[in-house]
């Protein structure tokens, strides 16, 4: 990766780097994502693969998100390990890599929905904030579907509150409660086979898709080997699984800001259920 898009993510958070994946990837996975839609239809509400928004129906399916999709087709573990993806995210994290999710987030036309402002960082704290996630666009992202939107240097503010009124976790920032200026987002836009970058402390949401062109991300969070998370993990065998590459680390501890996600949203689900109750909406 070019110095300047390594000092670009450093000094504001976020970057994108266009033409990271092949067609034949991009291309593969489409047609995987295509099927996975069209088998939806089946499906009468969310399980391990699919989160279902609340009209998805067999006439008109209305797909959200799928799962941990690694696991549900080869080409997105591909992605995830391809050299493309694995040499940005080495340049700004080092050699030791874990992955700690991945989703594929579809916000599909016609209404796909917003996702309310937030910071991963708020819902896995960890021992040091060497962590980013990646979005591989499997579609052109524009102005008009849905791009991802970055509060630019909030990767060094403060961690917001993400928490409803009546005290449990909700994932969303009330922006009357807010200490960044939500006119300053900068929307992420790019061809497909470019991914975004974005630092695990950035302040960022988007739109919901009013347009008639879908707009799939595959979205995959690396961590520095060394960061442990502060939830906790559920076995040894399954965290040090998810080595991606280099070597597994002891925790390395900094001085980073937390605040823990606790308690639970009363249905903890996914981000768009959790986002539900929250208070102040702010894309409407
Ligand atoms: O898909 C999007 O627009 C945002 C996704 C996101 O930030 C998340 O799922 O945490």
Redesign the pocket.
Known sequence: MKKHLIDQFWNEGFVVVGSVVSKEYIDEANRVLGGLIEASRKVKSSDTIYDLSDHHNEQIPSVR?IKAPHLVDPIFDQIMRSDGVLNCVRALLGPNLRMEHS?L?I?QANGGEA?EW?Q?WAFYPHSNDDIL?VGVLLEECNEEN?P?LMIPESHRGPIENHHHPDGFFCGAIDLDQATFDAEKAVPLTAKAGAITMHHVRMV???RSNQSEQN?P?L?IGYCAADAWPLRGISTIEEFEGRMICGETQLPRLDKVPVRMPYPPAPDEGS?FENQRLVAGKSFQ
């Open positions: 998100r989703k987030n916000k996702v937030h991963d996630e849905g991802l960022h949401g988007s707009r991300i979205l981000i």
